[in-house]
């Protein structure tokens, strides 16, 4: 069964502290592996879409990063405006234009 | 932001009743998805189109129908509601990738349903 864990479900920093949020998948192939920000009431926003393992890519203080079995978004020096709950989600080749979330981690940036 | 409206954004309903939910794109995009997030749960696929009149079930479809008749709209229907269909429902679309397959979906604002 295609699963995907996010760890830990929150995560307090104090403003500036740099940390990584934990992405962990088990599909049956992976085509695509994506990020999103959601914010209180709100969609979920688009971040970063990875598809190959080693691959990077960067937006202001986050980076994703994926291999074979995770992925990490990192933060670096974190401002109160980047807390949010942070999904990630997968897509099997199998199971094409079906994404697996995982459940998100809350991130709260305190000033 | 994506040209994705969804109406509507609240509805407190009771037990038995049907419900339509509906989802507007402005980005004729072919690919829509219905997805409802749950404590504990995240976020789950209903059912999902990859075309006009084109459908097909996700992970949690029971107890839902969908139809799609113009590019634009995409509904979604409770024929009638259960108490844990309280959630909240997101609209979800795709364009095309190179090659035909789906690429980043772009979620709505959502709708808060509370069924009583």
């Known amino acids: 069964e295609d699963q995907v864990t996010q760890s830990p479900e929150a995560l307090r920093l104090q403003e500036g502290e740099s940390s990584s949020l934990n992405c962990s998948y088990t599909?049956?192939?992976?085509?695509?592996l994506f990020w999103y920000r959601q914010d209180p009431g709100k969609g979920p926003e688009f971040l970063f879409t990875l598809y190959s393992a080693g691959e990077e890519k960067e937006k202001e203080r986050l980076k994703a990063t994926l291999t074979k079995k995770e992925s990490f978004l990192h933060i670096t020096a974190p401002k109160p405006e980047d807390s949010a709950t942070y999904l990630c989600a997968a897509e099997p080749i199998q199971g094409a234009q079906k994404l697996v979330f995982g459940q998100g981690t809350r991130l709260t940036i305190n000033p | 932001d994506a040209g994705i409206t969804q109406s509507p954004r609240h509805k407190v309903t009771e037990t038995g009743t049907p419900v339509t939910l509906r989802c507007h794109q402005t980005e004729n995009h072919r690919y829509m998805y219905w997805y409802r997030q749950d404590p504990g749960h995240g976020l789950r696929l209903i059912h999902y189109s990859y075309g006009v009149k084109d459908t097909d079930k996700g992970e949690v479809s029971d107890g839902y129908s969908v139809s799609r008749s113009k590019t634009e709209d995409f509904l979604l229907t409770l024929e009638s509601a259960t108490s844990s269909q309280t959630s909240v429902y997101f609209c979800?679309?795709?364009?095309?990738?190179?090659?035909?397959?789906?690429?980043?979906?772009?979620f709505g604002p959502g709708t808060r349903l509370t069924v009583l």
């Open positions: 599909v049956s192939g992976l085509r695509g």
């Open positions: 979800a679309i795709s364009p095309p990738r190179f090659g035909g397959v789906t690429d980043t979906q772009y």
